[in-house]
């Protein structure tokens, strides 16, 4: 019996030594056909920019990095570098970025050396990313969440976030849905103003080191007031607010004194992305992802003032002019 328990466990150990062995050959046979790719790329004088990716990352925080690279890229003229992408990136199963070739950081520095430039500080706006050496590979960031990096090239970066089709035609479908079974009515989408609300909760209301940091969550409060700011802008206007959330019993919980409300449960970050891109205004609370849903939608946007906590760290490293655009209203 011994035996064959110690026979089972050898094969289980040698068919685990062969899975290991076979998934480092693969990354090693990866990473040589990235560097080829990248090597003739340079054969043909061809220069590359990019961002260094984190794991840590969401939607928000890519696109802010995608789309102030590409800003940085412009602001050098139009024959500066082709942007170029990590392949892990989670915006490529979201936006329609299969025209951009793939790279990761770590390769262009290492294989191609690429010059590496890092800003000074998070929410700040850095210029020192406009004096970049074009005739060399580069790798910037890696944070980049200021919007004067692309603001001159805003359609462009439009452009690139255009949404794959089965996403926005999901989201579409949704959204039409919900507001005409709100109102009982066919037909009436357009006629009615649709204002997206993004609440994020999540980790920023419970981790302690985030808190910490000076990561603070927009109360019940702030909600209702940028609820009610619309309401006496938009006087005689059908409106609902469309609210998506990582908390959506929160929301409910929370929002339940207001009718003209639908919350959107689709358990999916890209659909609610997508939906809320779609709405005419926005409400915005905190982090990168609503910021970016009320950036797609390109109408009024109301934003949480009061984050950072003030006097945090995060604070320090934050202008809030490089970070909302000026048309943006705080309360």
Not at 25 to 50: G, H, K, N, P, V
Not at 122 to 139: E, I, M, P, Q, W
Not at 198 to 212: F, Q, S, W
Request: glycine content about 6%; hydrophobic content about 45%; charged content about 20%.
């Amino acid at each position: 019996m011994r035996r064959i328990r110690t026979r089972c466990l050898l094969c289980l150990l040698s068919g685990l030594i062969v899975a290991v062995s076979l998934l480092f050959l693969l990354q090693f046979l990866w990473l040589q056909m990235e560097i080829r790719a990248l090597q003739r790329l340079s054969a043909y004088d061809i220069r590359l920019i990019t961002f260094r990716l984190s794991h840590r990352w969401g939607v928000g925080n890519e696109m802010f990095a995608l789309a102030s690279t590409y800003g940085i890229k412009r602001s050098h003229g139009p024959r500066a570098w082709n942007v170029c992408i990590d392949s892990r990136a989670k915006i490529l199963t979201v936006f329609r970025l299969d025209q951009l070739p793939n790279c990761r950081a770590d390769t262009m520095v290492e294989y191609l050396d690429a010059e590496e430039r890092r800003e000074f500080a998070y929410g700040f706006f850095d210029k020192n990313f406009h004096s970049l050496d074009t005739k060399r590979h580069a790798v910037v960031g890696p944070f980049l969440q200021s919007w004067k990096y692309f603001n001159r090239f805003d359609r462009e970066i439009r452009r690139l976030f255009a949404f794959k089709a089965s996403i926005a035609s999901r989201a579409r479908d949704l959204l039409v849905s919900s507001v005409e079974k709100h109102f009982s009515c066919c037909g009436c989408f357009s006629h009615i103003v649709k204002i997206g609300v993004h609440v994020r909760r999540g980790n920023m209301a419970v981790r302690p080191e985030l808190i910490k940091l000076g990561y603070i969550v927009a109360d019940a409060a702030y909600l209702d007031r940028a609820m009610i700011f619309y309401k006496k802008t938009l006087t005689n206007k059908r409106m609902i607010f469309v609210v998506c959330s990582d908390n959506i019993s929160w929301c409910k919980e929370n929002l339940s004194n207001h009718t003209d409300v639908i919350f959107m449960e689709t358990g999916m970050a890209e659909l609610d992305m997508a939906i809320l891109s779609m709405c005419n205004n926005s409400i915005i609370t905190v982090g990168t992802f609503g910021w970016w849903a009320a950036w797609l939608a390109n109408g009024t946007t109301v934003y949480y003032k009061d984050w950072p906590r003030d006097g945090s760290p995060l604070d320090q490293w934050t202008n809030h002019k490089d970070y909302f655009p000026p048309a943006w209203i705080g309360l």
